[in-house]
Every structure is written in structure tokens, then in C-alpha cells.
């Protein structure tokens, strides 16, 4: 279902940088687009740090992770621009028309977008919307969710054992359902590890979907929720229970699903992982 539309809203850092600024080049203002990573701040590169701290003006989303804002200097102009599924979200037109505004007065503009910019993050379209105004931009690469989730599971999503690949797919069109162009036969590889970004609410018909394309129920499937942050939590087990698992975890938190046999090697790092996990639907904690 579309989102409200909201406004974007100013924020008053109380936290973040408070020495001098700084120096950068006078110039024309510019755009930078920076990936925040899953959350934890420790996972910012060294370049986004900079980028924060120089920044003029910082435009963020909802899904940045407590902490992150701390490098952005208090003199900056901080406005929150979230979007999310199913809750009231900044139009995508207004954000961009906020960046050419801000950047046409001569300012640096972060926007801030969580994970990777470049991952099912509308980073083209701003792109696109900046190289038609004729105003600069750069793009500062963040560590997308499937990669946080591959470390903190401890498993390699391209296990030489078994997969040959992997795939970033998006569980949700703009109508709010799953994308209803993709070929299941296809992503019905047990060679391929899948990893879906948005699809806790489209679980069961994507569970539906792969198993009616060929994928045995029985194959591995982890959900993990709120990577990076104490609300983490993972769920672990065959494909044909995932809509429980997502069901247990609940829709309130950012969720990653990933399947493929490649997650059978999650168990072994997992049980030593000090973190509480669900399994097969029973709660179990460890360390
Ligand atoms: C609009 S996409 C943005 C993805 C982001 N650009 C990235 O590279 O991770 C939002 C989706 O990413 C996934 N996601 C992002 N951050 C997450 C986190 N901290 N924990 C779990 N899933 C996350 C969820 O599937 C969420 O619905």
C-alpha cells in the first residue's frame, strides 16, 4: 500500500561535532551521496566520516543507525527525510527537489541513505536529477545489508561448496506486493544464494513462489532482523517455515531474508555467537 506522504523534518543535533569547522574548498555547492551502512557506526568508511563532518547540510532516512549523526557537525543543518514501507514517507520529488535547492546555494549537501546508496536505494534517480541541474556529485559506498548479514552470521554467501552466486532481489513493488516480473524458475537455483531486501511482508507468497518454481522447501532460509542494532535478532530454518520465522520476528524492524543452501554453514559459526536467536521457532539463547 503507498505510504502518506510527510514533510521533511529539521532536526536539532544535540550531539556531533563542536570544534571549528573543517576548511573546505569555496565552490559551487554539491551533492554527496553516502552510505551509512546496517547501522553500527563503527561501519562507516573513513570517507563518510569526512563527508558528515564537512557537511552543510545532512538529509538522512529512517533506517540510519543510532550514533551515525554524532559525526555530522552541529552547525549543520540536519533534516530527516525518511521513507518507509507502509508508513508515512518524504515524497522521493521533494527530496531531491531539497538537494538542488540547498546545492544551488552554494552548500554541501549529504544525503545520508542506510546500507549502500547504491542498493535499492534511489540513488539513480538522484543521480539522474543532479547531472540534469548540472550540479556535482559523489557517491561514498556503504556496507549493504546482505554483507552485514553475511558477517554477522559468520557465513559466505558464495560458499565454494554450494553457490556459484548470488542475488540481490527486492521483495516489494511500488504496489506494495512482490515485483510481479521476476522469473521464479529461475531464482529457483539451488546454486544461488538469494537475498531478499523488503520482502517481510510478501514472506509467504515468496516462500509460495520459489517452492512453485522448482526450490525444495527443505533448502535453508535465515530472516534477520535490525542488523547492526541491539533490536537484532536471526531466525533460522527451511524455506517452507519462513513466513513463521518472519511472522515471529515481526514487521516493526528493517528485516533481510536470504535461502540457499549456502546458509546451512550459518549454524556452526552461529552457535558460538553471543547474540539470541530464534530456531525452528524455538527460542533459544546463547552466550
Ligand atoms: C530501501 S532498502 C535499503 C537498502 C540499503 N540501501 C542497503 O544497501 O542495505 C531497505 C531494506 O533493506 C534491508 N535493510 C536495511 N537495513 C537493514 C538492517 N539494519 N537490518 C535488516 N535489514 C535491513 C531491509 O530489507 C529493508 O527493508
Redesign the pocket.
Known amino acids: 500500500m503507498p505510504a502518506e506522504p510527510r514533510k521533511p523534518v529539521e532536526v536539532k543535533l544535540l550531539t556531533g561535532g563542536q570544534g571549528p569547522r573543517p576548511k573546505r574548498p569555496q565552490g559551487p555547492g554539491r551533492v554527496t551521496l553516502v552510505?551509512a551502512g546496517?547501522?553500527d557506526p563503527e561501519l562507516l568508511t573513513l570517507k563518510a566520516v569526512r563527508a558528515l563532518g564537512t557537511a552543510d547540510v545532512v538529509l538522512f532516512d529512517d533506517?540510519i543507525g543510532d550514533g551515525i549523526l554524532d559525526f555530522v557537525h552541529r552547525k549543520a543543518r540536519c533534516l530527516a527525510v525518511g521513507k518507509r514501507?507502509g508508513r508515512a514517507s518524504c515524497k522521493q520529488g521533494d527530496i531531491e527537489d531539497l538537494m538542488v535547492q540547498f546545492a544551488r546555494a552554494g552548500k554541501h549537501v549529504v544525503r545520508l541513505?542506510?546500507?549502500?546508496?547504491m542498493?535499492?536505494?534511489r540513488a539513480g534517480e538522484e543521480i539522474e536529477r543532479l547531472r540534469r541541474e548540472g550540479i556535482a556529485v559523489e557517491v561514498v559506498p556503504?556496507i549493504?545489508?546482505a554483507l552485514?548479514m553475511a558477517a554477522s552470521l559468520g557465513l559466505s554467501l558464495t560458499h565454494r561448496d554450494h553457490a556459484r552466486s548470488v542475488r540481490f532481489i527486492t521483495g516489494h513493488s511500488r504496489h506494495g506486493t512482490l515485483p510481479d516480473d521476476l522469473d521464479w524458475r529461475n531464482l529457483a537455483d539451488p546454486a544461488t544464494t538469494l537475498v531478499i531486501?523488503?520482502?517481510?511482508r510478501t514472506a509467504p507468497d515468496l516462500a509460495a513462489r520459489l517452492v512453485g518454481g522448482g526450490l525444495d522447501p527443505a533448502t535453508p532460509a535465515v530472516a534477520?532482523?535490525?542488523?547492526?542494532?541491539a533490536a537484532e535478532r536471526h531466525w533460522r530454518g527451511p524455506l517452507a517455515q519462513l513466513p513463521a520465522g518472519v511472522g515471529l520476528l515481526g514487521l516493526e524492524e528493517?528485516?533481510?531474508i536470504a535461502i540457499g543452501t549456502a546458509l546451512q554453514a550459518a549454524g556452526k559459526a552461529e552457535d558460538a555467537a553471543p547474540i539470541v536467536q530464534y530456531f525452528n521457532q524455538n527460542i533459544r539463547y546463547s552466550g
Not at 113 to 117: F, I, M, R, T
Not at 224 to 229: K, N
Open positions: 552510505g546496517p547501522g533506517l514501507g541513505k542506510s546500507g549502500d546508496p542498493i535499492f536505494g556503504g549493504t545489508a552485514a531486501y523488503m520482502g517481510g534477520v532482523r535490525a542488523l547492526g542494532r528493517p528485516l533481510l
